[in-house]
């Protein structure tokens, strides 16, 4: 039997223009039909959850992720369809959800604890633990309000975790804390796995939900896009099959990585001309979003007005704060061009993106030998890379541990 | 239906009991004489009103003192727990937004901490029942289910206020208009003989009235209960916690959205 069976479900919000919160506005306003927006959140979603299946949930903000989250806790209500969950669902959509300030650090775990649903006897005995594992012990009966955000979010996860969850509702719970932090919560998601708990997993963390979920679920803008392995899915969200992008987002990922007219960002004696630089995938689809380690290609295209003896094209990469990451052109790889007319391109094939994560501008040039621009477009294109390793920093170094 | 409901709300006893006790030890926690605000409030209450109506307007009832007390007590409930209980949904946006647990807990454990709150005030009650040294006699036995009666009354109110407050903001203040009203309409100050026959029948069908002058009956006066009067209060604590109960999940979908 399905954990979860998510059927013909949607969801709409209805956002009146003026609200009528008082009995008075209401009788005032009855002659008047309310006028509203409706947002569809959710448009026709169809999919089920094995018992033991640990199911991602990606797509960007706004495609309805922690609505469906929301519902499939009972929190929300679904405007037509139905959800049906078969077993004892565990939402850690929030941690720490009704702390009280004036309580002592104990009498906190107790309330959170109970509203987790784990049984009175079962907290005094693992009260202890639950302290020493947040490296709270001193602090026990110390008031909340006395503790930093920090202290609270730990306070409140060894409570989580102490449930046992059937079904356990994941969302954005790792983008808090530190390092150290996302670890355990890591090392507590694999302890479930393995336990055979059913997980339901929202992140943006592309890398976490590769590593976790068998499959996924991709969601744009509230509609399914698409279900299915894992990997295959992931590489559907960030390369965009062309269902996925309507061409308001193809023309705001467009816009990111065509020059923009800016005389301070671009200069040279236009003898050739960038007429326009792409990024294209490991399908060979142009875009701007590339996961790191896939193989990427930057397509230069120009146009030469008069025949020119000896061009240099060359790249640069710059992070988002604008340190200068790395830099190569023709003459540096030995490519020698004789001369160039008319328009072209010219590829730079990069066969592993060693990047692990983030935005990365790119300056694009054309030069004569002895270092005279001719086009030069100054950090005007950028791509973002999403993780898929679990690495820190910028960029990985291709390396081995030994002992 | 109601029956699953029941169970379910029987399994979250644990956190009905934690809300209410936690919200009752929160009121005194910052006071400095701490519970005893509890006992000093209707004591006030009580000095004031006994000395403009005994002195004043020349009421004559015997154990007047204790009489406007159980009064005060028991209305006191009514209006406490109605008013934690209208904010018991609005109050806790983040948890109704962020986790889910059948949403009338919040207002069954308000009415439980306004219960504790009445139960801690009665001890005076029964201090000066012991220093005017009025006996008590068997018919103290109606005393609980009058009280069950009560809070279930006060219960079905709270759910349907907790829930119209939610969508209509100045629900707050028309209740309090009511209960102003209310308190004046209902026999706490006088008895019920210095009104006019037509005027008993129609006070008579305000059920604070019937519980109140039971509970005087049976605890001060050694009377039994009237069964006229326990049927129909049981009448309408059932009646309004159905009422409250329809409106209140009629209403409930729409909380997490609306708040």
Known sequence: MAAIEVENLYKMFRIPHEKRNTVFESLAGALKPPQYETFQALNNINFEVDEGEALGIIGENGSGKSTLLKIMANILRPTKGSVKVNKRITPFLELGVGFQPNFTASENVRTYATIMGISKREIEYKLDDVLEFAGLEKFRDTKLKNFSSGMQVRLAFSTAIQTDPEILLMDEVLAVGDMEFQQKCLDVLNQYRNEGVTIIFVSHDLGAVRRFCDRTLLLHKGVQVALGDTGDVIDRYVYGGNETSTPEVSE??????????????????????????????????????????DPITIRIFYQAHKK????????????????????????????????????????????RLTILTGRFFLTVAIHSHDHKPYDWHDKLYSFDVMPTSRDAGIFEIPCNWKL | ??????????????????????????????????????????????????????????????????????????????????????????????????????????????????????????????????????????????APLILIFLFFLALGIAMALSA????????????????????????????????????????????????????????????????????????????????????????????????
Not at chain 2, 54 to 79: H, P
Request: proline fraction near 3%; aromatic fraction near 16%.
């Open chain 1, 252 to 293: 705001v990922e467009q816009a990111d990585t065509k020059e923009v007219e800016e005389p301070k960002n671009r200069w040279g004696d236009k003898q050739i001309e960038i007429v326009n630089v792409e990024f294209y995938d490991k399908f060979g689809n142009s875009g701007s979003r590339f996961n790191s380690f």
């Open chain 1, 308 to 351: 020119v003896m000896d061009p240099v094209f060359g790249i640069a990469l710059y992070s988002e704060k604008g340190e200068n990451l790395f830099g190569t052109n023709t003459e540096l790889k030995n490519l020698t061009i004789d001369s160039i007319e008319g328009s072209g391109h010219i590829d730079l094939e990069i066969d």
């Open chain 2, 1 to 142: 239906m109601i029956f699953k409901h029941l169970i379910e709300l029987y399994n979250y006893r644990d956190l009905i009991w934690k809300l209410s006790w936690g919200e009752f030890k929160l009121r005194y926690k910052n006071s400095i004489l701490g519970y005893f605000w509890s006992l000093l409030e209707p004591l006030l209450m009580l000095t004031v009103l006994y000395f403009v109506f005994s002195n004043l307007m020349r009421v004559q009832v015997e154990y007047y003192q204790l009489f406007l007390l159980m009064g005060i007590i028991l209305w006191n409930f009514l209006s406490r727990s109605t008013n934690i209980g209208m904010f018991a949904i609005v109050g806790r946006p983040d948890m109704i937004k962020k986790i889910y647990f059948p949403r009338d807990i919040f207002v069954i454990s308000s009415c439980i901490t306004a219960l504790l709150m009445s139960l801690f005030e009665s001890v005076v009650f029964f201090i000066f029942m012991a220093v005017f040294r009025v006996p008590l006699s068997f018919n103290i036995v109606y």
């Open chain 2, 164 to 259: 119209l407050n939610v969508y209509y903001r100045d629900v707050q203040f028309i209740w309090d208009v009511l209960m102003q009203a209310g308190f004046f309409a209902t026999p706490i100050l006088y008895t019920v003989d210095i009104l006019p026959e037509a005027f008993r029948k129609i006070v008579f069908l305000n059920p604070m009235a019937r519980i109140i002058v039971s509970a005087r009956d049976t605890i001060i006066y050694s009377t039994p209960a009237r069964s006229e009067d326990l049927l129909f209060m049981f009448a309408s604590s059932v009646f309004f916690l159905i009422l409250g109960y329809a409106i209140f999940s009629r209403l409930e979908p729409g909380f997490a959205e609306e708040i």
